[in-house]
């Protein structure tokens, strides 16, 4: 199956500043990389994906970063906000396998004002 | 909006009772994702089905948990005898093969075993 390690586990920046969290994945043929935030108490949620044809996709703050060859894609926030801090879960979905996703561990992610 | 609806909110039962959580998928979705989070394991994939056919439950703990789909509206996840070590927060989330697309999560169900 797919393996998807994700890091770091915790980071914290002053608001403002960039974050990036990095994730690499094992399988080759996994073709989607949706990113959920997870806010305490809540549920994850996705906030951006992107597919294995695109290298890049930007929304607002967000964006995400893919290298196929590499097998590793990235979550980069900028202008960071205190309300960006939550939990992140990267995943990775394999064709073929009915949509059944590959979380990562999650990174918390602390905006200190 | 639609969502994916769980009960219940908060389960506070006592060591060795069964406890049952209900899973609501979104309309028209046919798989449906079972995971438990803590704070160290982060999420965990329990159980998955797509079509009401169980495809993966290796990360359940098979003889005290269950995981059926009686019927396409209805996912549960049954906990017999429950422990302490079972407390953690689970949450069901559904989605639709044939479409790669997000999973979408429910609020989950906090379950505290004393």
């Known amino acids: 199956g797919e393996n998807v390690e994700q890091h770091p586990s915790t980071l914290s920046v002053q608001e403002g500043d960039s974050a990036v969290i990095k994730c690499t994945y094992s399988?080759?043929?996994?073709?989607?990389f949706p990113w959920y935030k997870q806010e305490l108490g809540k549920r994850p949620q996705l906030i951006i994906d992107i597919r294995s044809n695109v290298g890049e996709k930007k929304d607002q703050r967000i964006a995400v970063t893919l290298n196929k060859t590499a097998k590793h894609f990235s979550l980069h926030i900028t202008e960071t906000q205190p309300e960006d801090s939550a939990v992140y879960f990267c995943?990775?979905?394999?064709?073929?396998?009915?949509?059944?996703?590959?979380f990562g561990t999650g990174t918390s992610l602390t905006v200190i004002p | 909006d639609a969502r994916v609806t769980q009960t219940p909110r908060h389960k506070v039962t006592e060591m060795g009772q069964e406890v049952t959580m209900r899973c609501q998928p979104i309309?028209?979705?046919?798989?449906v994702f079972w995971y438990r989070q803590t704070m160290m394991q982060g999420l965990e994939l329990l159980a998955y089905?797509?079509?009401?056919?169980?495809?993966?439950d290796s990360g359940m703990p098979k003889d005290r948990f269950s995981a059926e789909m009686p019927d396409a509206t209805l996912a549960t996840l049954k906990i017999q005898p429950s422990e302490p070590r079972d407390s953690a927060v689970y949450f069901c989330?559904?989605?639709?093969?044939?479409?790669?697309?997000?999973?979408?999560f429910g609020q989950g169900t906090r379950l505290t075993v004393v």
């Open positions: 399988d080759s043929a996994s073709n989607y």
């Open positions: 309309l028209g979705h046919n798989t």
């Open positions: 989330a559904s989605g639709f093969d044939g479409v790669v697309t997000e999973a979408f």
């Open positions: 089905f797509r079509n009401r056919a169980p495809l993966d």
């Open positions: 995943a990775a979905l394999r064709p073929n396998t009915g949509n059944q996703f590959y």
